[in-house]
């Protein structure tokens, strides 16, 4: 069965300290994978995805992302973080034929000034 | 563009009664999907619907049901309200099957008393 694993429920960096946030997934075939972003009261923004291709992927806000197979990990970075970037990041997987992700549980960042 | 919207932001309900939220695609989106995000359970499937079929259904009991509409609108309905049916609900659209990202709306926040 497919899962996704956040170890970090919670991290807290200095504002323009570099972060990193890591996400495990379990599933057979190769993954969609996806980040994305919660503000509190409002709904997911998706940050970046992967599906193919070149493993290091862009995404917005300067985030990116790397696929490693070899450790079914998709972790999220950024060099410098800011502010504005305190929020809950959520990694999910999705799959063909499924129309549904799962998703991690979740890793509130909090940034101190 | 318009992004996802959903009416109501906030509800109340009490125990027992039936509730019916509503979810705007983004225009030209015609994959709808509906998750139910607690603090105890975090993001979970409830349901996906693409040109009015529902194409999968997470595991909740019968009571949340949905449908969408020939516009691409959709619905859900929660019958006979639990105080455990307390939680954000999230719609999100995509074009098709969201393997690309689905974009989310802000949620409805339901609360039963």
């Known amino acids: 069965a497919q899962s996704v694993t956040q170890p970090d429920i919670h991290i807290t960096v200095s504002e323009g300290a570099s972060l990193e946030l890591r996400c495990n997934y379990s599933y057979g075939a190769t993954p969609y994978l996806f980040w994305y972003v919660q503000s509190p009261g409002q709904g997911l923004q998706l940050l970046l995805k992967y599906f193919s291709g070149d493993t290091l992927v862009q995404g917005i806000k300067g985030f990116e992302a790397e696929f490693k197979r070899s450790q079914s990990s998709f972790n999220l970075r950024k060099p410098s973080v800011h502010w504005s970037d305190a929020a809950e990041y959520f990694c999910?997987?999705?799959?063909?034929?499924?129309?549904?992700?799962?998703f991690g549980t979740g890793t509130r960042l909090k940034v101190l000034a | 563009k318009a992004g996802v919207t959903q009416t109501p932001r906030y509800l109340i309900k009490t125990r027992g009664q039936q509730v019916t939220l509503s979810c705007s695609p983004i225009?030209?989106?015609?994959?709808v999907s509906w998750y139910q995000q607690t603090p105890g359970q975090g993001l979970q499937f409830l349901f996906e619907?693409?040109?009015?079929?529902?194409?999968n259904k997470g595991n909740f009991p019968g009571r949340f049901s949905g449908r969408q509409f020939s516009n691409s609108r959709s619905e859900m309905n929660v019958s006979t309200l639990e105080l455990g049916d307390s939680a954000l609900y999230l719609c999100?659209?995509?074009?098709?099957?969201?393997?690309?990202?689905?974009?989310f709306g802000s949620g409805t926040r339901l609360t039963v008393v």
């Open positions: 999910a997987v999705g799959s063909s034929g499924t129309y549904k992700y799962i």
């Open positions: 225009s030209g989106h015609r994959s």
């Open positions: 619907y693409f040109s009015e079929t529902q194409r």
């Open positions: 999100a659209s995509s074009p098709d099957s969201g393997l690309y990202g689905y974009t």
